[in-house]
């Protein structure tokens, strides 16, 4: 279904860009060690920065921290700044730093511990938390999770730190089809164990799609955001009133799509970004002939 000449119009005056990464931009194979572009993903990039339009790159994964990121996506063809890729790690550092927390133990690697340091937090391994009391536990990529690690979070939970987690979302796209996350399965086992709620500090929270507003300097009804899954962009689209794009190269189908609530779905879909690339000229191009 082409968009009424409403959303083209919106998506016309959109200020500044949200993408998600797996699944929109590139996709790559289920252990996070590599990745390959999508078809339109540099043009769509290209045609931003020709334009003078920002975006930011907004990922679940914290396998790497965001310059790590943004090195990778540059050797894949896609030369994205350091400071334009936001990570759930990167979103939790800016949020438990602002709400006064000081320590927190990270249960990943260093696209975990990584931006919750830079943000000034105490960075506590598991290994290393012993007797001591940290403020918050945040859960990421981490596929060596082991029992110890368990036993760690949940003393540090029946000591008072409060669980946050990156996505609780059950997949992630691959160039090998689905693939299970981590931080969903590790978050369901401390909750067994302590009945401790995990909250979620990447998508579909608002406070990552905050974070990326400051990033930008936009206000989240002026953003446009686009994502293959329609339970995480386009659900954190609606919740911060932004133009919600679906795009179908990653975990959502039309289907998938289709099958949400009327006042949820996407303003949008497309079956990939080289098709938004082309939707985007055609409503910049008609926002001028019109003005």
Known sequence: MRPTADIRRRLAHSRGFVFDLDGTLVLGDKHNKGVRALPGAADMLAELATRGV???ILTN?????????????????????????ITPASVAGESLARAGYRSV??????GVSRPLADAGLEVVLPANLGERKVDAIFAGWFREFTMSDLEAA?????RGASLYTASMSLFFATAHGKAIGTSRAICAMITSVTGARPRVLGKPSLAALRSA??????????LAVLGDDPTLEVEMAHR?????VGVHSGVGDAGAFAKMPRGRRAHITVHSV??????????????????
């Open 274 to 291: 080289s098709e938004l690339h082309k939707l985007y000229v055609e409503s910049v191009n008609g926002k001028r002939r019109r003005s």
């Open 154 to 158: 949940c003393n540090a939970v029946w």
């Open 213 to 222: 507003s400051r990033r930008l300097g936009v206000p989240t009804r002026e």
């Open 54 to 56: 920002p975006y930011v």
């Open 61 to 85: 994964g914290t396998v790497r921290a965001p310059r790590d990121l943004a090195a990778m996506l540059g050797e894949a063809g896609l030369p994205v700044a350091a400071d334009s890729v």
């Open 105 to 110: 133990l990270a249960l990943g690697g260093e």
């Open 240 to 244: 911060g009133q932004a133009l919600a």
